[in-house]
């Protein structure tokens, strides 16, 4: 069974820092493109970042210069380093697993809230 565990939310002050990790198991390979979506309340989810096997990048331009994504294909994770926080950060975040050519996840992990406040 597949399962997407993420980790390292919570409540940091603006301009502050966190990252965010995701585990992969149960048939999850390296093969697959991993990423970051994010819902805010009253708002569609939408992507963050995600990064593809051979180490394609790819941002949502709001998180550009503040956001990197990585991964470790040995140990099927992957991360989500935040900086430079404001409160339009604020969201549920939501690890995502992409077989190839597929336009849409496969799967989702149950998320992680982050929010950002003074």
């Known amino acids: 069974q597949v399962q997407l565990v993420e ?13 965010l990790s995701c585990a992969a198991s149960g048939g999850i390979s390296s093969i697959y493109t991993m990423g970051w979506y994010r819902q805010a309340p009253g708002k569609q989810r939408e992507l ?10 790819n941002y949502a331009d709001s998180v550009k ?10 140990k099927n994770t992957v991360f989500l380093e935040m900086n430079s926080l404001t409160p339009e950060d604020t969201a549920g975040y939501y690890c995502s697993a992409r077989a190839p050519f597929r336009r ?3 799967y989702w992990g149950q998320g992680t809230q982050v929010t950002v406040s003074l």
């Open 104 to 106: 849409t996840p496969d």
């Open 48 to 57: 963050v970042a995600d990064i593809t096997r051979g180490g394609t990048l």
């Open 7 to 19: 980790s390292g939310g919570g409540l940091v002050q603006p301009g502050g820092s966190l990252r």
């Open 65 to 74: 210069g503040r956001f990197t994504i990585s991964r470790d294909n040995a």
